[in-house]
């Protein structure tokens, strides 16, 4: 009898170790890559926006950005730290400073603006374009207030990029 009550607690310790190391001592899942992205456009264009839907924020409150706001959005197998500059003419001409270690461009565009408006963004997007630490990276272009009655068709911003190759940049 006794043997058998040695081979039950053993057996109990085997089973109790296993549920223990299962629950317990599982490594922590491997990180998500990350990359960082810069997103840029004309005050007005939605980055602020844009952002806080990426993030699952309210958008009650948005308020124009002015210098630069930071956001990590996180996605199943990735993480993005998206550097969203202003785009008011004071700071647009600090955008540069930021494009350091960039992976990325994500340019926002008011698809409902005037010519005017859509003028000066395409002088931006094509200074992008060409800037040196940009020139290589992926761009997005995203056509935003889509839903404006006077918004264009977003195949009309794709027609602001004459220079540069489609392989690297995608419109929505």
């Known amino acids: 009898m006794s043997e058998c009550v040695r081979l039950c607690q ?3 310790r085997m089973g109790f170790y ?9 490594a922590p899942p491997p990180p998500r890559p990350e990359y960082d992205v810069v ?11 844009l952002l806080s839907c990426l993030c699952n ?12 706001n930071i956001k990590a959005v996180p996605f199943h197998n990735a993480v ?7 785009g008011a003419n004071n700071i647009k001409k600090y955008w540069s400073r ?5 992976q990325g461009v994500i340019f926002v ?22 800037h040196p630490q940009l020139s290589t990276l992926p761009f997005l272009i995203l056509a935003n207030h889509q839903d404006k009655p006077a918004a264009r068709s977003p195949q009309e911003p794709e027609n602001m990029e004459s220079q540069r190759s489609s392989e690297h940049m ?3």
Do not use: W
């Open 109 to 130: 565009l008011d698809s409902a603006s005037s010519e005017g408006d859509m003028e000066v963004a395409r002088k931006e997007l094509h200074a992008a374009l060409q």
């Open 80 to 86: 993005l730290n998206v550097k969203e500059l202003g």
């Open 98 to 102: 930021y494009y350091q270690g960039s």
């Open 18 to 26: 296993t549920c223990f190391r299962i629950l317990c001592c599982r």
């Open 170 to 172: 995608e419109v929505l």
């Open 10 to 12: 053993a057996f109990c």
């Open 57 to 68: 924020e309210g958008s009650d409150a948005i308020v124009p950005t002015t210098g630069f």
């Open 39 to 49: 997103c840029i456009g004309l005050t007005g264009a939605g980055k602020t926006s």
